[in-house]
């Protein structure tokens, strides 16, 4: 966990060590203790409905099928707080999803990853100092290249 601030605004880093399928029994305290109302709350987690490369910032909405975001709703008891996707793909037919986002990248998408890792923290830093609107103007309508 880190603390710092960005831009003068103060901002907490955690990276849960739960299982994915219960980090809302790691977010759930911490929203608890540092009193984060949900439009300051920032999940980032992998979408399989995106493809590789491509990033979308939303607010509120289902958990597409994602047990760590359901997780956190349930925890939470609300589904209104953002969320930063990074697109990873489809498994293959009859691949099962957890297989297939626990395999490693292959070669072709490693200097695509690369980039849009790089390209959430700008993300991220946009979406605390900038807002949600300049935001998701920005970062909803970008796929990445490994270029």
């Excluded at 491509?54 to 509120?60: A, M, S, Y």
């Excluded at 008891?77 to 990248?105: H, I, N, S, W």
Aim: hydrophobic residues 45%; glycine residues 12%.
């Amino acid at each position: 966990m880190g603390h710092g601030r960005l831009d003068d605004k103060p901002v907490l880093l955690v990276l849960p060590l739960a299982w994915m399928n219960l980090s809302g029994e790691a977010v759930e305290p911490l929203v608890r203790e540092y009193a984060i109302a949900g439009d300051h709350l920032i999940v980032v987690h992998d979408d399989v409905d995106l493809p590789v490369g491509r990033l979308r910032i939303k607010f509120g909405g289902g958990t597409g099928g994602h047990n760590g975001v359901l997780s956190i709703v349930l925890a939470l008891d609300t589904e209104r707080f953002y969320r930063l996707k990074l697109g990873v793909g489809r498994p293959a037919p009859g691949q099962e999803t957890a297989d297939f986002v626990l395999a490693p990248f292959g070669a072709e998408e490693l200097p695509m990853m690369d980039t849009v890792m790089d390209q959430s923290v700008e993300a991220l830093e946009c979406l605390v100092v900038e807002g949600a609107t300049e935001a998701m103007n920005r970062f909803n309508r970008r796929a990445v290249s490994g270029d």
